[in-house]
């Protein structure tokens, strides 16, 4: 044996030393007769590997990363959560991510390749000109119309938007060729539906996705609470005729819930309530989940789309926010469209991408308040694209990209705007109420604040998602437990990945979370509100993003077979651990925390129809009971209030008609005035299907001498 010749020993240590790129390898040339007993005994240990069924092979440094996290989440699942424990164990799954990640042994996948491309920048400077004159005109009209949509203003500021787009844009209107094109279209038209193993595997995630979002819409959640009540007000403006641009109501709201909600009860026929509440966030989530397949595939490839829509899709988070029936939808209705047009004019120098994209922001300002934060994610991406050295020759041309997009999404900010210059305190009123001292003192040093509250938000996806009920189940991590692992490592291997290539993107996914969680962290006067499920909901695109390709890392570090069998058997576990979270969990605490309105108002409802009529039903107030309001809603009487306070008692002997109470049990003071008004009266207890929601209902005869009304 030659002097130099590596042992067995140094062999070894250099497959260990996995941060050393000088590793010895063992040459395959068989007349290297200096090597030939190293090689006799490596081949033997690989012929007895090789004789091991593929399935049956376990990749362990693939695996070992994601099952060490398992471990740590699994620590962290209520309610006796092990913190300290579960940091330790998470830091070293941390580790096992970056030992596998050098090795070659997990990879991302990487999405749709990259074209370099430069935008002739071009534009029809003396028609935008037109546009802008136009819009300065309905910005005029808006403050003059008394910050409402009139059919003059309205079509000058889509008209103007419409100019704007196509000057900006380089576009041409061409209608003769258009109608050509279609034309030929329609008279040859091609349908191409190939139904191959993924095609199928997208049908059944739909399928699955489907039964989260649509399954006992009427039951979960069934009660409203008083935002609620707010909510179907406005929409109740809008049927009346009320063209608001901004809702001062409940201390301001944007107007495109109330719209949208509007159309939503016209279409479905469902009036003014809780279901056409639901229907249209409902709408809005399943929207958000196109693009989030899409985003998926513009970063990852077919199979990270595919695993973004699954995760996103029965996540208990995703559905809560999608079907409450309030605003909270429109953050990620916002952020998944821009981030998706963004990233890809981004990848491919398309212009377009960029015009579609600030249209969506500027819909998305009209929709919630937290969507005002997404502006700064976009000048954050369009930042790290410019100082990515691969994007050098471009960074004029991204300037101009991100002004192409501020100028869009300011001219469908522009109603908003004119009205937040003349109302500038109720515009920001809510906003203003959690950063500042407007409502409340801070309780204490607002820079501490900000550190602990963007801690405690970073943290909501393993430890604790809030202690809002309406939204969340309080005390629990945002993501299931198998979901939170891959989010976990996925973030790893994304931030090891930009290490090792330095690409704008992927440090922006890891970065968008933060800056999307900021609507939460900014509640320095309540920072007790920090976190909650609805300000951070916009944050949910990418952290599913992650996790999917998380997720798809693992199967890509395994065997063919076994990351089949694999995936499956996650797949199912994580659909499963959601069911249990939304159907079962979340509907227990739901029901156990609000008030059963709707079950009051189905009695109002048939007592109204039979024997009574609408206005001869009152629910007497008693302190931290129900929302009177949501009674005569759930009944269908939305524009009947049915409330009195026990000294209003006597003032319904004017009414003639058969009359309801209903009440607390616990309100002696009012059972003592309904039985000294009306002796003839009869009360009964009615037993809830919920404990401890149980009311009386006190009836009393209609007044029978008399005389009916003359035709």
Not at 485 to 496: E, K, P
Not at 586 to 605: L, P, V, Y
């Amino acid at each position: 044996m030659l002097q130099d010749e590596p042992s067995v020993l140094d062999y070894v240590k250099s497959r260990l030393r996995f941060w050393d790129k000088q590793r010895i390898r063992i040459p395959l040339n068989p007349e290297d007769q200096a090597v030939i007993p190293v090689i006799e005994e490596i081949d033997q240990t690989e012929t007895q590997a090789s004789s091991i069924p593929a399935v049956f092979r376990i990749a362990w440094l693939a695996l070992l990363p994601f099952g060490l996290a398992l471990a740590a989440q699994f620590l962290l699942e209520p309610p006796t959560q092990q913190r300290w424990p579960a940091a330790a164990v998470y830091a070293v799954s941390a580790i096992a991510a970056a030992v596998a990640f050098w090795r070659g042994e997990l990879h991302l996948a990487h999405g749709e390749p990259e074209l370099f491309v430069q935008d002739d920048l071009k534009a029809r400077w003396q028609l935008a000109l037109v546009g802008a004159i136009m819009l300065l005109v309905s910005f005029v009209l808006f403050g003059l119309e008394n910050f409402t949509f009139t059919s003059l203003n309205l079509s000058v500021w889509l008209a103007s938007i419409v100019v704007i787009i196509f000057a900006l844009g380089n576009l041409r209107f061409a209608p003769v060729e258009g109608l050509r094109a279609l034309a030929v279209r329609l008279s040859a038209p091609k349908f191409s539906i190939r139904f191959n193993f993924y095609a199928m595997l997208v049908v059944a995630v739909l399928l699955v996705v489907a039964v989260f979002r649509f399954t006992d819409i009427a039951n979960l959640p069934m009660d409203m609470v008083s935002d609620h009540a707010e909510k179907l007000y406005d929409v109740s403006d809008v049927l009346s005729g009320q063209t608001k641009i901004f809702f001062e109501r409940n201390t301001g709201r944007e107007a495109f819930q109330f719209y949208w909600t509007a159309l939503m009860a016209q279409l479905f026929g469902t009036g003014i309530s809780y279901m056409s509440l639901k229907i249209g966030t409902i709408i809005t989530g399943l929207v958000v989940l196109y693009f989030v397949y899409r985003i998926g595939y513009e970063v990852g490839g077919k199979w990270v789309a595919l695993y973004a829509l699954l995760f996103t899709g029965v996540a208990y988070w995703a559905n809560i926010i999608s079907r409450v029936g309030l605003r909270f939808p429109l953050y990620p209705f916002c952020v998944a469209p821009v981030m998706y047009y963004l990233l890809r004019g981004l990848r491919t120098s398309r212009r377009m991408d960029f015009v579609w994209s600030g249209v969506w922001l500027g819909i998305g300002l009209h929709g919630y308040t937290s969507s005002r934060i997404v502006p700064l994610m976009v000048v954050v991406a369009i930042g790290l694209y410019m100082l990515d050295r691969r994007t050098k020759g471009l960074r004029v041309h991204a300037a101009a990209w991100g002004g192409l997009l501020a100028v869009i999404s300011f001219a469908i900010f522009v109603p908003l705007f004119r009205y937040a210059l003349s109302h500038w305190e109720i515009f920001n009123y809510r906003s203003f109420t959690r950063i500042l001292d407007t409502e409340q003192a801070l309780p204490g040093n607002p820079v501490l604040i900000f550190f602990s509250n963007t801690w405690r938000a970073l943290r909501m996806f393993f430890v604790d998602n809030g202690e809002v009920w309406v939204h969340s189940i309080p005390g629990r991590p945002a993501l299931d437990m198998i979901t939170a692992a891959f989010f976990f490592v996925g973030a790893v291997l994304l931030l090891l990945r930009f290490i090792r290539t330095r690409h704008w993107r992927d440090i922006f996914l890891l970065v968008s979370i933060p800056i999307l969680l900021l609507p939460s962290i900014l509640s320095l006067a309540f920072p007790n509100e920090n976190p909650n499920l609805n300000r951070t909901a916009g944050a949910y695109v990418p952290v599913f993003l992650i996790a999917a390709l998380g997720f798809d890392a693992m199967l890509r570090g395994l065997p063919r077979r076994m990351a089949f069998v694999t995936g499956l058997l996650l797949t199912i576990i994580i659909v499963q651990l959601n069911y249990d979270l939304f159907f079962v969990q979340f509907r227990k605490q739901f029901d156990a925390s609000s008030w059963n309105t709707a079950e009051m108002g189905e009695i109002m409802h048939g007592f109204a129809t039979s024997v009574g009529a609408p206005e001869s039903v009152y629910v007497i107030g008693f302190p931290y009971w129900v929302d009177t309001r949501l009674v005569g809603m759930n009944a269908g009487y939305p524009a009947i209030n049915p409330e009195i306070n026990s000294d209003m008692i006597e003032g319904t002997l004017a009414e003639p008609r058969a009359k309801m109470f209903m009440l607390n049990p616990l309100d002696t003071v009012s059972i003592d005035k309904l039985k000294a008004t009306y002796p003839t009266g009869r009360f009964s207890f009615h037993q809830s299907t919920r404990e401890g929601k149980n009311f009386l209902i006190f009836l009393v005869p209609p007044v029978s001498d008399v005389m009916p009304a003359l035709p």
